[in-house]
């Protein structure tokens, strides 16, 4: 018997193989010898998708050149082809598994992951059927986690709705962005905006809701408002006391008719301190002792969320990092939409918990030693649990080779899993109510009597420095009570832009204003996007120059503002709902209660009413080309095609300028003077050699250079240190 386990990537087949009595690494494989399965096993792998989609111009090649008389662009089957660069390793993985009488699914435990396996699969030409299909559901790639995953292996057929559900959600994704795309690139070239504006399921309304927020922030009039300030004074002591129920007012006469209405007066500053004391009377004391439980477990997106706000750390990055931990065994599998884990891994966690404590040099009572719902819910635990470290704890000489972020995400993952097993916060919480006249005022204040998992982290509060205590004074109830009574001047605030950590907030919980059934399959599903693809949507934003970082807040560019004008009226492609009814049909394809076919027939019904309508909108909208006509002369550089990053400031795109590509911030404030010709060595360089250039450093060869003399020939072309050289025979 012949067993193949075709793992996602070659780190994870590494991990694997350590599982194993021994291994010897061949091309493209690992041998391994084992107890688990009689005869020949061997570990195979993807680089990730060794299988991709068709382009459309692979269909018929009158699609290579953009015209919105081919759109539609819906093929009768979709046709799949081996990635890049990557025949090689294909060929071994599909002469393996035509020859395994066993077949182990062990990618990523996620729809991706089934998706990436099954599409291996099915382009090996075999039929699945004459195997034994098996699939490893791990959340660690911990030795003793695989061994025990091994032994207990999945049916494959259970997972399998999941690959239908991804390649449905891969399907129309393809459907919407090969025609969506070229169909507003087109109309808005007609308008004089040149460039590829590219269209994305939740790419799109991602972008839009920057947007959105950019634009009430533009808008924003700062509005005066009044608030009522009790500075109240008892012997030594003095504290502050705010109107209960709390009144904001809008004028200075409401606040005059308030104070006449409830027998008040307000400080006048004009007159000596004497004359100036009013009353009050200490009407009710309400003391209670509270607890506070730690946070809770990280899932990926309040990880990626909190990651930014401590470290400034970008989603991607975060991810990055939590995936290199995960794949150096310190934390469990990254891409989980739980905050929650089951009574199997709080047992492995209370059992390290002292080396946990030990790592992290703390020194704690391990209070709760058994599992509490607000961490351990088995039901709440589907594909994966909550990010916690694992049973491997990293030397101090492997922590130190870590990089700076991962060493703060480990960190506080860590101690976040080890808040868990300590005391509560506890505290006195008091409340003072002071009445004057015909008013209430409120106090509130906090004492920590135990600091508890507080301790475990750092903390800026400004408050005071016992940790935020806000101490009130000894008093009893009928007191009287010294009371000045102050009016303070106010103006709102306009909100805050998005910071990519916000932003993920956003995106998880985005449809809250649907229709009840869209907001439950958008609870269910997580918002916009998954854990797995929130941050490469972000990175593809920044990617396609629709939007941009500065001082860690998100905004939108020219050309991202240009396109939310353009999607403004199709709402579908604007906003949650376009998530919300994809979901709950790819969700229902996901339970096998709806077909990937039928499915894809309403899709193909949205392109077309795209088509049919997109073109007279973006010209007749008003609205869009008064922002197109308004900034054509000032902002020409943004209307222009971006060839990429530039490779020098990283801020900046390369532009077309006419006789040779510069940086768009050539005239800005941050002066990058970087260039690339457009002409050398008597070649018109085409745009895909300076595309390649600036992403690559260097292009395929390139024939049509003239020498001194006057004779042709050919050569790559090479950027070194900013500047461009040959390179022959490469």
């Known amino acids: 018997m012949r067993t193949i386990i075709l793992a996602e990537k070659p780190t994870q087949a590494v991990a694997y193989s350590k599982a194993f009595k021994s291994s010897k690494k061949r091309e493209g494989y690992i041998e391994v010898s084992n107890e688990y399965f009689p005869g020949e096993t061997y570990i195979t792998y993807g680089f990730g998708h060794l299988v991709e989609l068709y382009l459309p111009e692979q269909y018929d090649e009158k699609y290579k050149n953009w015209s919105i008389n081919n759109l539609p662009i819906i093929p009768d089957q979709f046709k799949f082809k081996t990635g890049k660069g990557k025949a090689e390793q294909f060929k071994i993985v599909k002469n393996l598994l035509s020859e395994a009488d066993q077949i182990i699914i062990a990618t990523d435990a996620d729809r991706e992951g089934e998706n990436i396996a099954w599409s291996i699969i099915n382009q090996s030409g075999i039929n699945p059927q004459e ?3 098996k699939r490893l559901w791990i959340n660690s790639l911990e030795s003793s986690a695989i061994r025990d995953g091994l032994t207990n292996l999945h049916e494959a057929k259970q997972h399998y709705s999941a690959y239908i559900e991804a390649q449905t959600r891969e399907f129309s994704d393809w459907l919407v ?47 005066p408002y009044i608030e009522l300030l009790a500075h109240v004074k008892t ?32 400080v006048n500053k004009s007159q000596s301190k004497e004359n100036n004391n009013n009353f009050g009377i200490i009407n009710n004391i309400i003391k209670d002792k ?7 477990l990280f899932s990926l997106s309040t990880l990626q969320s909190r990651a ?129 006249g ?60 998005y910071t990519e950590g916000t932003l993920i907030t956003a995106m998880k919980n985005a449809g809250r204003d649907l229709a009840d059934a869209q907001k439950e399959i958008l609870k269910e599903t997580e918002g916009i996007g998954t854990e797995a693809t929130r941050a490469g949507i972000i990175e593809r934003l920044k990617a396609k120059s629709y939007i941009e970082l500065k001082d860690n807040s998100l905004a939108v560019t020219m050309s ?155 050569a790559t072309l090479e950027l070194v240190d900013g500047k461009l050289k040959f390179v022959f025979d490469k």
């Open 308 to 436: 930014n706000k401590a470290f400034k750390a970008s989603a991607q990055n975060t991810l990055d990092a939590v995936q290199s931990l995960y794949e150096k065994k310190f934390l469990t599998y990254p891409r989980t939409d739980t905050q929650f884990i089951s009574d199997e891994e709080f047992s492995y966690l209370l059992d390290n918990i002292n080396q946990y404590c030990e790592f992290a040099n703390v020194t704690a009572n391990i209070a709760h030693k058994e599992p509490r719902k607000r961490y351990v819910n088995s039901k709440k635990v589907q594909e994966h649990h909550a990010i916690i470290p694992t049973r491997t704890i990293p030397t101090k000489n492997q922590f130190m080779k870590l990089t700076s972020l991962e060493k703060s995400i480990y960190e506080l993952v860590l101690r976040t899993t080890i808040a868990m097993f300590l005391d509560d916060l506890n505290y006195d919480e008091q409340v003072i109510i002071v009445k004057s």
């Open 131 to 133: 195997k034994i299909m």
């Open 560 to 714: 991202g503002i240009i396109l939310c004008q353009a999607v403004e009226l199709q709402p579908l492609l604007n906003s949650p709902e376009l998530t919300a009814q994809w979901e709950m049909a790819l969700h229902e394809i996901g339970q096998n209660n709806r077909t990937q076919a039928s499915f894809l027939k309403q899709i193909e019904k949205f392109i077309l009413k795209l088509i049919n309508e997109v073109p007279d909108q973006i010209e007749t909208n008003q609205k869009l080309t008064d922002q197109i006509n308004s900034q054509k002369d000032t902002n020409a550089d943004q209307y222009k095609e971006h060839m990429g990053i530039c490779p020098v400031c990283k801020a900046g795109h390369m532009i077309d300028r006419g006789k040779f590509y510069g940086c768009s911030n050539y005239n800005s404030k941050e002066a990058c003077n970087f260039s690339l010709p457009s002409k050398w060595a008597g070649k018109i360089l085409p745009k895909t050699a300076i595309k390649d250039l600036i992403k690559k450093g260097h292009t395929k060869e390139i024939s049509g250079f003239k020498s001194k003399a006057g004779k042709s020939f050919s």
């Open 235 to 266: 012997g030594k002591s003095e504290f502050e006391a705010k109107l209960d129920p709390f009144i904001r007012f809008d004028n200075q006469d409401k606040v005059k008719t308030f104070l006449s209405d409830n027998e008040l007066v307000l």
């Open 177 to 223: 962005g090969m025609n969506a795309s070229p169909l507003y690139s087109l109309s808005l070239r007609k308008q004089g905006i040149r460039g590829v504006f590219s269209i994305g399921r939740v790419q799109t309304p991602t972008l839009y809701m920057i947007y959105k927020r950019q634009v009430e922030i533009d808008n924003f009039k700062p509005k």
């Open 290 to 296: 509270k607890k506070q439980p730690s946070p809770k």
């Open 438 to 497: 015909q008013a209430q005022f409120k106090a509130m204040g906090r004492v920590i009597t135990n600091p508890g998992w507080k301790l475990l982290f750092k903390t800026n509060s400004k408050k005071s420095s016992a940790n935020g205590e806000v101490s009130l004074p000894r008093v009893d109830i009928g007191q009287k009570v010294d009371f000045d009574l102050l009016d303070e001047h106010k103006v709102t605030i306009a909100p805050s832009a």
